[in-house]
């Protein structure tokens, strides 16, 4: 009689079980955690490429002012603006004297 009664008590019971409801949480939360550690390794890989990028473009910029100024090359970063680059470069620039060439850092490892 109890158990007819429990029976009949479940089949108009409508809604989730806490057990449910704690297993859909979780899955939330693994799905959440794997999806930032994805995002995260994309974003470095940006970095990693602009820092290229920007390396490139001041190695292009420090031959295009030693071909255009009597071969001679910039003693600072400011002769490379605007004319030959339109920002600053992420890239860190050493310069000597304008008979040695600037030498550009290299970029971390991604």
Do not use: W
């Not at 019971?13 to 995260?40: H, K, N, Q, R």
């Amino acid at each position: 009689m109890l158990r007819q009664r429990l029976q009949a008590a479940r089949k108009n019971d409508e809604g989730f079980t806490l057990i449910e409801l704690l297993i859909v949480v979780v899955v939330i939360g693994l799905l959440a955690g794997i999806t930032i550690f994805g995002v995260d390794a994309f974003k470095n890989d940006g970095k990693h490429a602009v820092c290229v990028s920007d390396k490139k473009n001041v190695e292009i910029a420090i031959q295009a002012y030693y071909a255009k100024n009597n071969f001679k090359y910039p003693t600072a970063m400011n002769q490379l603006y605007p004319t030959y680059l339109k920002s600053q470069p992420s890239s860190t620039v050493t310069f000597t004297d304008a008979d040695t060439a600037p030498v550009v850092a290299d970029c971390p490892a991604a």
